[in-house]
């Protein structure tokens, strides 16, 4: 078939407005949508502060126990009283020392006597080695300051210088505490007692011929004071 030159000139510029309609096809390996991507100093200076943080917080710090109070020290019986109130006490006490002896006309010699004097020329003042006593006493308190009690007291031996028995005294008494709530206590004891024992009958305390000694061995009236 014999085609004039007008008719391809006319196919060839059809072809050419064909190819410039379609839409040029996209170079392999990228995908068809893909948006434009600025370059990594653009994106760094657009974005900075206001990208948003989606990296993983750090963990919180576990919380603090709460710290239980210790109790306040105490001594070792802190709490413990130390008053006598509504107690019943018992108690003794061995006892020695030395006596003085202030004597009268008809009251016990105080030593041996002297035969070369009279009965009322004998030693009027005297002072010895007591004998050993026990002391025993019971009491009740019915505050914590105050403890009155009995007591009694009694000789392990008779006198040879008085020419007397054992001693035995019987009586009552107040110990008064300064300081009645504390471990260490010092207090004031007043006791009153009647003393009973009698003469040995040593025979060498009499004068022979002399009839106007005759030593009364009385029940004495006693006075205690310690502290």
């Given at each position: 078939?014999?085609?004039?030159?007008?008719?391809?000139?006319?196919?060839?510029?059809?072809c050419?407005?064909?190819?410039?309609?379609?839409?040029?096809?996209?170079?392999?390996?990228?995908?068809?949508?893909?948006?434009?991507?600025a370059?990594?100093?653009?994106?760094?200076?657009?974005?900075?502060?206001?990208?948003?943080?989606?990296?993983?917080?750090p963990p919180?710090?576990?919380a603090?126990?709460?710290?239980?109070?210790?109790p306040?020290?105490r001594?070792?019986?802190?709490?413990?009283?130390?008053?006598?109130?509504?107690?019943?006490?018992?108690?003794?006490?061995?006892?020695?020392?030395?006596?003085?002896?202030?004597?009268?006309?008809?009251?016990?010699?105080?030593?041996?006597?002297?035969?070369t004097?009279?009965?009322?020329?004998?030693?009027?003042?005297?002072?010895?080695?007591?004998?050993?006593?026990?002391?025993?006493?019971?009491?009740?308190?019915?505050?914590?300051?105050?403890?009155?009690f009995?007591?009694?007291?009694?000789?392990?031996?008779?006198?040879?210088q008085?020419?007397?028995?054992?001693?035995?005294i019987?009586?009552?008494?107040?110990?008064?505490?300064?300081?009645?709530?504390?471990?260490?206590?010092?207090?004031?004891?007043?006791?009153?007692?009647?003393?009973?024992?009698?003469g040995?009958?040593?025979?060498?305390?009499?004068?022979p011929?002399?009839?106007?000694?005759?030593?009364?061995?009385?029940?004495?009236?006693?006075?205690?004071?310690?502290?």
């Open positions: 078939m014999k085609r004039s030159p007008f008719a391809l000139a006319s196919l060839a510029l059809l050419t407005q064909t190819a410039l309609a379609q839409p040029a096809e996209d170079p392999p390996g990228e995908p068809a949508d893909a948006a434009p991507t370059s990594p100093e653009v994106q760094k200076q657009v974005g900075m502060g206001t990208e948003k943080d989606t990296s993983t917080p919180a710090p576990p603090e126990e709460k710290a239980t109070p210790r306040e020290s001594e070792v019986g802190e709490d413990d009283t130390y008053g006598h109130g509504m107690q019943v006490g018992l108690r003794g006490a061995f006892l020695g020392g030395y006596k003085m002896v202030f004597r009268y006309d008809q009251s016990p010699l105080c030593k041996e006597p002297d035969l004097k009279a009965a009322k020329d004998q030693q009027k003042f005297c002072g010895y080695g007591a004998q050993p006593m026990v002391d025993l006493a019971i009491s009740f308190s019915p505050l914590d300051s105050i403890e009155p009995l007591w009694a007291r009694f000789g392990l031996d008779g006198e040879s008085t020419n007397t028995n054992p001693l035995k019987f009586g009552a008494g107040l110990r008064a505490y300064t300081m009645s709530d504390s471990r260490f206590k010092i207090f004031i004891e007043p006791a009153v007692g009647v003393e009973t024992e009698d040995a009958g040593n025979v060498d305390f009499n004068f011929g002399d009839q106007t000694y005759n030593p009364e061995y009385k029940t004495d009236f006693v006075f205690h004071l310690a502290a």
